[in-house]
């Protein structure tokens, strides 16, 4: 067996493993809010009827919704098709040729079909010139960029001052976001603080990945 094929086996029994624990860990909480649902004190056996001598009403449950915010932070990988989510298989194969491991698949609950993305505040594209990702799309759901048009757009990076090495030390200390960013003259210095041009940026997360700040000095904005 190949090296290559030797890693996409690897790779892939370790994706297996996470789908199934990710199966085993929905179901949990689907439990867990079927419980919450249920009023305190209820019971599947039918109850008693109330006496007729009780005047008062029992109040009904008031159910909580909730709202999750997961995945709200996620892109697509770059060279996205207008028909991505109609062409895209879940093959996974953008996944395993990410030679840095940023992309991991996303199933969608209603259609139990999962889709390629990764999170440019946690680990960034690396915007490789050969778009290994595009190349190895068997379904053309991923275009090159002289079909798809234009450069990627994930989001825009946007500056935390606040968290900003330069803010606590008054002077321009650290120009990391600017070396490590793939775009020419998208990172200014305003004074000792960096800003970035929104017709420029990506949103690639490079800046992100690189920032030696914690709490990170920047991050990726999403287009609501």
Request: glycine share 6%.
């Amino acid at each position: 067996m190949k090296r290559k094929d030797l890693f996409r086996e690897g790779f892939k029994s370790v994706f297996q493993f996470t789908f199934n624990k990710a199966d085993e860990f929905t179901e949990a909480i689907k439990e867990v809010w079927e419980d919450e649902k249920t009023p305190k004190g209820s019971s599947t056996k039918t109850s008693k009827r109330p006496s007729s001598k009780s005047k008062s009403k029992p109040k009904p449950a008031t159910v909580r919704k909730r709202k999750t915010k997961m995945f709200q932070t996620l892109a697509l990988p770059p060279g996205v098709s207008p028909d991505f989510f109609s062409l895209c298989t879940g093959c996974n194969e953008c996944i395993f040729a990410c030679p840095y491991a940023v992309l991991f698949p996303v199933t969608v609950q209603e259609s139990g079909k999962s889709f390629p993305h990764f999170d440019p505040n946690a680990k960034a594209c690396h915007m490789c010139s050969d778009w290994p990702c595009i190349s190895v799309c068997p379904e053309e759901a991923l275009l090159p960029y002289d079909l798809s048009g234009g450069k990627p757009n994930f989001g825009k990076a946007k500056a935390i001052t606040e968290h900003c090495i330069n803010e606590k030390t008054g002077e321009p200390t650290c120009e990391v976001c600017l070396t490590t960013c793939p775009i020419e003259k998208t990172v200014k210095f305003k004074g000792n603080l960096p800003t970035f041009v929104s017709s420029t940026c990506t949103g690639c997360g490079l800046c992100v990945e690189s920032c030696p700040s914690f709490p990170k000095a920047i991050q990726i904005k999403f287009k609501k």
